[in-house]
């Protein structure tokens, strides 16, 4: 084979190598690029974009951060109805950040406003937060609480919620000290009981008790990937004065610490006849630290958490609107999952109203209703892509015959 003619051999503008010593030359106009700088280029981007990114966000003034009008009229886009809720979350994001765009020389120290969200589940506690975090593009977790535990026991050590945000990230640290974590389940960790035990409460209140130090802000050693299972790696420094924390939990059963408060009665003889069904679904408007301590929750962890509201049930209306209203409605994502497809899909509107009443009698709230669709698009979503016809009308009676086959009924069963 003949050598390359030194005239025709190709150099790179940028580390002087020839075409003889890297496997790929990119010529331009006036020079040439070999892969490898090609490669640290795309990197140092990447680097420098996501610092823009972050300088951005940490300089936001009082002019380009968002008002809560501006955030709740972002919520309303994504999540429908909870406007109390929406209300308590914007002002409590918008004090957070403006406290982090505070002057260091002020003799003023703002708090940190951590919240609280009790609800029914498939309310949307999740939906909110995640929303919030889109919208103000900052690093977001979700932790299940239920996982966790005192260190040395079976499960999550507490930190490890502080390595999915790092995750999040890309273990970018000044970013993840500006993030926002949500705590799911957080009724999960109430006290089991008031009297003494000679057994710790190891996954209750011994978890609470790690949580203080991470709601209040401390610096914590992370370890990147989980404790336990690589004690030799090296920790990782993370201050939590500036995460926000929100926390979630249905909190099952404390509508009657809440009736036992105001002197209601909710349960036994006669509690029908001056209470009734929607009086009790409001008794959750009426929450209060109080009511959370006697669930379970220790007055350590409640007085770190001092923003507290609630979401409330959703009725039929509200479930007709998150199928159809939301940016990322439900109908509104198979519909264009099947036009990808080349084909329309037109939806009966008493498939709707057949959708929510199956909801509420399953109990299911909002989340129920993606897997009640799911269950009546499986067969529509598998013969669609393949049919001539480019228009499919689903009706009312097909939606019914998916559910009868389905392990859906069973529920009903039980009940």
């Known amino acids: 084979m003949a050598k390359k003619k030194e005239s025709s051999i190709l150099y790179c503008s940028f580390c002087g190598r020839s075409d003889r010593e890297v496997e790929l030359m990119l010529p331009g106009m006036n020079g040439c690029i070999c892969n490898d700088c090609a490669e640290r280029a795309v990197e140092l981007s990447r680097e420098y974009l996501d610092k823009m990114a972050h300088s951005a966000l940490t300089d936001l003034d009082m002019e380009t951060l968002p008002k809560p009008a501006e955030i709740k009229a972002y919520l309303d886009q994504y999540v429908i109805g909870q ?26 120290d703002i708090e940190k406003s951590n919240i609280i969200i009790v609800g029914p589940t498939g309310t949307g506690k999740t939906l909110l937060a995640k929303t919030i975090a889109k919208m103000l593009k900052v690093p977001f977790a979700i932790v299940d609480a239920t996982v966790l535990t005192e260190a040395g026991y079976v499960g999550e050590d507490i930190e490890s919620l502080l390595t999915r945000l790092l995750a999040a990230c ?41 949580l203080l130090k991470l709601l209040e802000g401390s610096v914590v050693n992370v370890p990147p990937q989980g404790g336990r299972k690589h004690p030799e790696q090296k920790m990782i420094a993370v201050d939590t004065k500036n995460i926000l924390f929100i926390c979630g939990g249905a909190f099952e059963g404390i509508e009657r610490k809440i009736a036992q408060r105001l002197n209601t ?10 209470v009734s069904k929607s009086d009790r679904d409001k008794l959750l408007h009426f929450v209060a630290p109080q009511d959370l301590r006697s669930y379970g929750l220790i007055p350590e962890i409640i007085g770190r958490l001092p923003i507290l509201t609630n979401l409330e049930p959703l009725d039929r209306d509200a479930l007709l609107r998150i199928l159809t209203e939301p940016k990322n409605a439900i109908v509104r994502q198979y519909k264009k999952l099947l036009e ?41 979503m598998y013969q669609a892509p393949s049919l001539k016809e480019k228009r499919y009308v689903l009706t009312r009676e097909f939606a019914e015959r998916q559910l009868s086959k389905s392990n859906f009924e069973l529920l009903a069963e039980s009940r």
């Open 83 to 108: 406007e109390t809720a929406k209300r308590y979350l914007s002002v409590a994001v918008y004090n957070h950040y403006k406290r982090l765009n505070q002057r260091r020389d002020d003799d003023i």
């Open 170 to 210: 890309d273990y970018n640290v000044a970013e993840a000290e500006r993030g926002i974590v949500f705590i799911d389940e957080i009724d999960k960790i109430a006290r089991k009981g008031d009297n003494p035990s000679i057994t710790r409460d190891v996954s209750g209140e011994g978890v609470q008790q790690g």
């Open 265 to 274: 009665h909710v349960v036994g003889y006669g509690a029908g006849s001056h």
């Open 340 to 380: 990808m497809d080349g084909v329309e899909l037109v939806i009966d509107d008493d498939v709707l109203g057949f959708v929510v009443d199956k909801s509420i009698e399953y109990k299911l709230g909002a989340r129920g209703l993606r897997s009640l669709f799911e269950t009546i698009m499986i067969d529509v």
